[in-house]
């Protein structure tokens, strides 16, 4: 499974994107991440954001994300009716939680 991370993408982010399953981010990098997960839907890859060790803010970004990691099973099931397909409280690497 082709996976790339938001800081190997580079100054064109869509042809950076092409051919790949997964678009792999921390919750820092959202902020800057905007046109990413634009063209993230554009070329057909889908977001995952480990948000662990920092707060989620709510907003326009979870319309993009399948899915979001973050610290602790009640902050989950709270985010569970957001827009993102799967919120999970997990340990380990983003990577062992992708489909």
Do not use: C
């Not at 938001?6 to 921390?26: H, I, N, V, Y």
């Not at 890859?45 to 399948?66: C, I, N």
């Not at 919120?87 to 939680?97: K, M, N, R, T, W």
């Amino acid at each position: 499974m082709e996976t790339i991370r938001f800081s190997e993408l580079g100054p064109d982010f869509r042809s950076a994107m092409q051919g790949k399953r997964w678009l792999l981010l921390t919750g820092e990098e959202l902020a800057d991440a905007g046109a990413a997960l634009v063209f993230s839907e554009l070329e057909d890859v889908l977001v995952a954001v480990d948000h662990r060790g920092t707060e989620v803010q709510s907003g326009l970004w979870m319309r993009a994300v399948h899915l979001l990691l973050v610290d602790d099973e009640t902050q989950a099931s709270a985010l569970q009716t957001s827009s993102v397909s799967k919120v999970l409280a997990v340990e380990g690497p983003i990577e062992a939680h992708l489909w």
